[in-house]
Nanobody, 115 residues
Framework: QVQLVESGGGLVQAGGSLRLSCAAS????????MGWYRQAPGKKRELVAA???????NYADSVKGRFTISKDNAKNTVYLQMNSLKLEDTAVYYC?????????WGQGTQVTVSS
């Protein structure tokens, strides 16, 4: 079994920064890609950022230039540095990992941006 555990969410003022972490543990053979989705109340879950095993990255247009995804392969951990946060970034952020046996998800961490 594989577990993904997120941390780093919280309450921040608009314009501020937060750093999310997601650590994968358990029976990990390899990780193809890792990334972050988010879901705001009443909205569909959307991809925020992803990073492949070759370190190529992909971002939603709404976060380009503000968010940075990175990973530490030795720790099976992916990070999301979020700068210049906006009210519309408020959501539950979910980490995922794509592995040979399927996709695994974290439990989600709340990010709330206040004015």
């Amino acid at each position: 079994q594989v577990q993904l555990v997120e941390s780093g969410g919280g309450l921040v003022q608009a314009g501020g920064s937060l750093r999310l972490s997601c650590a994968a543990s358990g029976r990990i053979l390899s990780i193809g890609s890792m990334g972050w989705y988010r879901q705001a109340p009443g909205k569909k879950r959307e991809l925020v950022a992803a990073i492949s095993s070759a370190d190529s990255t992909n971002y939603a247009d709404s976060v380009k230039g503000r968010f940075t995804i990175s990973k530490d392969n030795a720790k099976n951990t992916v990070y999301l540095q979020m700068n210049s946060l906006k009210l519309e970034d408020t959501a539950v952020y979910y980490c995922y990992g794509r592995m040979p046996r399927g996709d695994y998800w974290g439990q989600g961490t709340q990010v709330t941006v206040s004015s």
